[in-house]
């Protein structure tokens, strides 16, 4: 974000003198490239650089304040967040029904997926299974879904600074939204959770007091109103992980009576669900004891430990007599440990947390780095980095992660490479030697997955081409300026012989230059003088007849056909053009001279 006082541009500029700056269209814009624009009676901002022909540059962007980024700083946050707990997440600004871009930001983690509704533009969908809806500030939420779903989380941006900062509120029922921020938020296995969150869960999972109200009698709902509730129940269930709620809830919905019709057959559908649901469950809590009965036998202290902290995360409770046997021995065996085993797990343990972290990292890294093919000294930082994280995460890591990393050691080992700046109006006019780019396109990758995507920059084999043409213009201005030092330097003067100076010749001792010669230089230097033509015609008077050149019309710039510049039509219009302007100019200022009679011509006298 530009800042918007002059001092502080000029810091900014300072910072980034070597980026380029772009209508991003992941704002709605049009892609092309922006300027700063500094001013200190107004607001600094960007602007986009005008036309060939100097005219205003028209951008469909329709939204230029702070928030019609926030999507954009979401997905940074949410990036930031993931990355301190050692986790990756994918990012997708989706357009359901064709919403506007930014309306809609889907986070997908491991096991969940977060849909954020910045505005009110896409409905919410509170059923779909795997897919938790966050509202804006803007976005409204009845009641009823309130009362539900126990509550909601919500999302706003605050800006400090030149920044937004994310804050994610929980609202319930009666209750004010409490916000928080990110690192006070988790991903959990029934989905985002804040500190309100634990309360409200607290306070429903708690039994409540028995009320004795004489003359009224319990309202018994409706057997649709409970099978609907039933099934919210085992999803609910399912999510969080319970298998002793699951199997509670399926018990009742088999017990449940008066439920007909299609009601009925989505009830057997979660029964059956819920049986091989929960199968798979004790499956996987069998293979969780047995695991850690073979790891407590074998003495391997620190699957032991990682095996322990399973059991207390998913099977705390309903432990069978065979359970709680194992899980008793491997708390006797852990804590038999003297304290130098014990140091030397906890020590293992947190190089296994430090490496995944290191994985996550690489994870974040090989995105940003997809869009170079080349190490350059600007990619130092990141790349030194990079490696280092990837020593740490070692298997961590897949095939094709190892796969680039393997690359960017290679790049590294044979160290960066200056990225060559030429302007890119003069390099669009060659074709790469490297990426085969046809003029006018811009260069692509040539390695990596995103290979055929656009460069940012291009290549150095193509912007070579233009040094060198540059360089050897130089050598021969400098040789040329030399020759022409050597021409106008004056000769010493010779002196005769002997002999010549008793004879006293009358030839004299510095031989002079040509006419020729010192009427040319005097013209060149006359030239080099007088002012340029268009310095002389005013810029509202360039195009005001028909350049006899290339005939444009009145109006009209002239086309740039001894290619003057990257565009099809020049800056400046022709020298004939002007110079016919000049001429008329000139013969429009001389007087009028007077018509001479015949009998003046003829003598004095009077006419006849």
């Not at 811009?442 to 912007?463: F, T």
């Not at 130089?474 to 010779?494: D, F, G, I, L, Y």
């Amino acid at each position: 974000m530009l800042p918007l006082e002059a001092i502080e541009l000029d810091a900014f500029r300072r910072q980034h003198e070597r980026d380029t700056y772009w209508c991003g269209l992941l704002l709605g814009g049009c892609g092309n490239q922006l300027t700063t624009k500094l001013y200190t009676d107004r607001v600094c901002h960007f602007a986009h650089n005008p036309g060939a022909e100097g005219h205003s540059h028209l951008c469909g962007r329709s939204s230029r304040g702070v928030a019609s980024a926030d999507h954009l700083y979401v997905k940074s946050a949410a990036v930031a967040w993931r990355r301190a707990r050692g986790e990756g997440a994918d990012f997708d600004f989706a357009r359901p029904g064709g919403a506007p871009i930014g309306s809609v930001v889907d986070i997908r983690f491991q096991h969940a997926a977060l849909r954020v509704h910045l505005d009110g533009e896409v409905v919410p969908e509170w059923d779909k299974e795997g897919h938790e809806p966050v509202l804006g500030v803007s976005v409204p939420v009845d009641q009823d879904t309130l009362i539900r779903r126990w509550y909601v989380h919500r999302i706003r941006l605050d800006s400090e600074g030149t920044t937004r900062r994310v804050r994610i509120g929980t609202e319930a029922f009666a209750r004010p939204t409490e916000w928080f921020g990110l690192d006070e938020c988790e991903m959990t296995e029934r989905g985002l959770s804040t500190p309100a969150v634990e309360k409200i869960v607290q306070a429903r999972n708690a039994p409540r007091p028995l009320l004795w109200s004489p003359g009224k009698a319990r309202k018994v709902p409706e057997p649709e109103a409970r099978a609907q509730a039933l099934l919210r129940r085992l999803v609910y269930a399912r999510r969080i992980g319970s298998a002793s709620l699951a199997k509670q809830v399926r018990e009742e919905i088999e017990g449940l009576t008066g439920v007909e019709g299609e009601l009925q057959e989505q009830l057997e559908a979660a029964v059956r669900h819920a049986r091989v649901w929960l199968v798979e469950q004790n499956e996987e809590r069998r293979r969780l004891f047995d695991n850690l009965k073979r790891a407590v036998a074998e003495q391997r202290t620190g699957r032991v430990r990682r095996l322990l902290i399973r059991v207390n995360a998913t099977a705390a409770e309903d432990r069978t007599e065979a359970e709680s046997a194992v899980f008793e021995r491997a708390i006797k065996y852990f804590g038999s440990l003297d304290d130098l085993t014990r140091d030397a797990v906890e020590a293992e343990a947190a190089t296994e947390k430090e490496a995944k972290k290191a994985a996550a990292r690489v994870r974040s890294a090989l995105p940003r780095l997809r869009g170079y093919d080349a190490y350059t000294f600007d990619l130092c930082p990141q790349v030194e980095e990079f490696l280092q994280s990837a020593a740490l995460a070692g298997e961590l890591l897949k095939p094709g992660e190892a796969r680039r990393v393997e690359v960017w050691k290679k790049r590294a080992a044979l160290g960066p490479q200056e990225q060559l700046r030429v302007a890119r109006r003069y390099w669009i006019q060659r074709s790469c030697p490297r990426c085969k780019a046809e003029q006018g396109k811009n260069c692509v990758l040539v390695e990596g997955p995103n290979s055929g995507k656009a460069r940012k920059d291009g290549h150095n084999e193509r912007l070579q081409l233009i040094v060198d043409e540059r360089k050897a213009a130089q050598r021969m201005a400098q040789q040329q300026k030399k020759a022409r030092q050597e021409v106008e330097a004056p000769a010493e003067p010779m002196q005769p012989a002997p002999e010549e100076r008793e004879v006293g010749s009358a030839r004299p001792l510095q031989e002079r230059r040509p006419k020729v010669y010192r009427e040319g230089r005097a013209q060149e230097a006359r030239k080099k003088a007088a002012p340029r033509l268009h310095h002389q015609v005013g810029r509202g008077d360039w195009y005001r007849g028909t350049c006899p050149r290339c005939h444009a019309g009145p109006g009209k710039a002239c086309a740039n056909d001894d290619r003057v510049g990257p565009g099809k039509t020049r800056q400046i219009p022709h020298d004939k053009r002007l110079r016919l302007f000049l001429e008329g100019r000139k013969a429009m200022s001389q007087p009028l001279q007077p018509r001479r009679e015949r009998w003046g011509e003829q003598g004095s006298g009077s006419p006849e």
